[in-house]
C-alpha cells in the first residue's frame, strides 16, 4: 500500500491564535529528531512526500534543521504550511534543504489575528523567502482562504508575480464588499483573474460592477443558501435574477457554476425547475457537473463540515482517508486523515509499532473496510461533511 501524501505533524504548538482555526485540545508537544527519525524508518515505502503538519507551525520547531535533514537523508520530498510569520528566521533552514518541495504561507493568518502586525513587512518578508525558494525549484503558495477579508488589497498588491487567480472567498459574501469595484480594479491592474463565490442575492446591486471587469474568469452561485435560510424567498425571482446575470456573464466569457452543494436537499426540485425554465435547451441534471448553456454548468455536490463527534449522524459513505493519505500527530499516533485533529481516530502508535500493524490494527481495516463498504465504522466518520463529498 503507498501513499500521495503523509501527514507528520512535528508540532501542535502554534505561534498564533487565529479566529477560523479550531485549534486542538492534545498536549503541548515537539516530535523529537529521535522519534521523527523512528517515523521516517517506519514509514519508507509507503509515501514520497511528508506533509510537516496537521496542527500547529512547523517552523516553532527548535530542531527544524534537523528534521529536515533528515527527511532528506531517508529521502523524502517535504511540504510545509506555515504561517509565515517566522521565515526570517527559518529561511536558511528552509532553503539549504535540497528536498523542500512545496511551501505554503497561509496569508489569512494576518486577518485571523485581527491584522494586528504590519501587512507590508509580512508579505514582503514572506515574499523575499519565496523568490529565493522558487529560484531553488520549490513551490510556492500563497493562501488568501478567506474571502473578501478586510485589509486584503494590500496582500493582493504584494502577491503579484506568485499567481495569476484569486479566488475572492472562502467564508462571507464577496457581493457585501462595499470596495468590490476596487478590489476589482486593483486585481485588474495587477493582472489577476478573478474567481467569485456568491449566493447571488445581491447580483442585482453587483452586477454591473462584475461584468465592467475583465478579469472576472469564474462565478460560482451557490444555490444551497435558498435552502440554507428555509426556503424564505422566492425560488423562481431568485433563480432568473441569477440567470439574466449568468447570460450576460457568459457571453462576455465568463465561466459560471451554479451550485447545489446541498445533496438532495428538500426544495433543490423547485430550483431545477426554474433552472430548465431559465435555460430552456435540453440538460439533465448529471451526479456532478451539467452543462445548462455555453459557459454555465450546474454542479451539484454534498456539504462539507469538520467532522463533529457531538454533531448528527450524516449521509457520508464514503472518504479516500487511508487510501490516498493518513496523518501521523506529533506524539506518532497515526489517525486516517487530515481532518482527525484531536487524533479521536487513533489507530496506533508509529513510535512504537510498524505501519503494516497499524494499518492491519482491526481499528484500520475496519475503517478501510467500512469505506469499502460504504458503511462507515467510525461514529465520527458518519458525523463528517467531508465525507459526503464521495458518497
Ligand atoms: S470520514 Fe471524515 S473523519 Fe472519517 S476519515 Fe474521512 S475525513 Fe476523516
Same mark, same amino acid.
Given at each position: ?10 508540532? #501542535?504548538?502554534?505561534?498564533? %491564535? ?25 514509514? %519508507? ?22 528534521? /529536515? ?67 531553488? +525549484? ?7 482562504? #478567506?474571502?473578501?477579508?478586510? +485589509? ?8 503579484? *508575480? ?10 462571507? $459574501? ?16 495587477? %493582472? ?25 474568469? @469564474? ?33 462576455? *466569457? ?40 455555453? #459557459?454555465?454548468?450546474? $454542479?451539484?455536490?454534498? @456539504? ?10 450524516? *449521509? ?6 487511508? %487510501? ?24 496506533? #502508535? ?19 473496510? *467500512? ?8 461514529? /465520527? ?11
Amino acid at each position: 500500500m503507498s501513499f500521495s501524501r503523509v501527514y507528520l505533524e512535528i508540532t #501542535n504548538v502554534c505561534n498564533l %491564535r487565529c479566529g477560523f482555526c479550531p485549534g486542538t485540545e492534545r498536549q503541548p508537544q515537539f516530535l523529537s529528531p529521535a522519534d521523527f527519525e523512528t517515523l521516517l524508518q517506519k514509514l %519508507r515505502g509507503y509515501t514520497d512526500y511528508l506533509c510537516f503538519h496537521l496542527m500547529g507551525e512547523p517552523l516553532l520547531h527548535p530542531a527544524l534543521p534537523a528534521l /529536515l535533514s533528515l527527511a532528506e537523508r531517508y529521502e523524502y520530498y517535504v511540504n510545509i504550511t506555515s504561517n509565515g510569520v517566522l521565515l526570517p528566521q527559518a529561511e536558511d533552514a528552509l532553503l539549504s534543504s535540497r528536498n523542500l518541495h512545496r511551501f505554503c504561507i497561509s496569508l489569512q493568518a494576518w486577518e485571523g489575528n485581527g491584522c494586528s502586525w504590519d501587512a507590508d513587512s509580512y508579505v514582503n518578508s514572506c515574499a523575499v523567502f519565496a523568490r529565493k525558494a522558487a529560484a531553488r +525549484g520549490v513551490l510556492v503558495y500563497f493562501r488568501l482562504w #478567506n474571502g473578501a477579508a478586510p +485589509g486584503n488589497e494590500t496582500l493582493l498588491q504584494k502577491l503579484r *508575480g506568485y499567481t495569476d487567480y484569486l479566488c475572492f472567498h472562502l467564508m462571507g $459574501e464577496p457581493l457585501l464588499h462595499p470596495a468590490l469595484s476596487t478590489l476589482l480594479s486593483l486585481a485588474d491592474r495587477y %493582472r489577476y483573474y478573478v474567481n467569485i463565490t456568491s449566493n447571488g442575492v445581491l447580483l442585482p446591486q453587483a452586477e454591473d460592477v462584475l461584468l465592467s471587469f475583465r478579469n472576472l474568469h @469564474r462565478f460560482n452561485i451557490s444555490l444551497q443558501a435558498w435552502e440554507g435560510n428555509g426556503c424564505s424567498w422566492d425560488a423562481n425571482s431568485y433563480v432568473n435574477t441569477c440567470a439574466a446575470f449568468a447570460r450576460r456573464a457568459a457571453a462576455r *466569457g465568463v465561466l459560471v457554476y451554479f451550485r447545489l452543494w446541498n445533496g438532495a436537499a428538500q426544495g433543490n426540485e423547485m430550483l431545477l425547475a426554474a433552472l430548465h425554465g431559465a435555460f430552456p435547451d435540453p440538460w439533465e441534471p448529471a451526479q456532478r457537473n451539467s452543462v445548462m448553456a455555453q #459557459n454555465i454548468f450546474l $454542479e451539484q455536490a454534498a @456539504r462539507f463540515d469538520w467532522p463533529d463527534a457531538s454533531g448528527a449522524a450524516r *449521509g457520508g459513505s464514503f472518504c479516500r482517508a487511508l %487510501r490516498d493519505h493518513l496523518g501521523v500527530l506529533c506524539d506518532g499516533t497515526v489517525v486516517p486523515c487530515c481532518l482527525d485533529s484531536e487524533g479521536a481516530l487513533a489507530l496506533g #502508535n508509529l513510535l512504537r509499532q510498524d505501519l503494516e500493524e497499524i494499518l492491519s490494527s482491526p481499528r484500520a481495516r475496519a475503517i478501510y473496510d *467500512g469505506f469499502s463498504r460504504r458503511t462507515p465504522a467510525e461514529a /465520527l466518520c458518519r458525523r463528517c461533511g467531508y465525507a459526503e463529498r464521495f458518497g
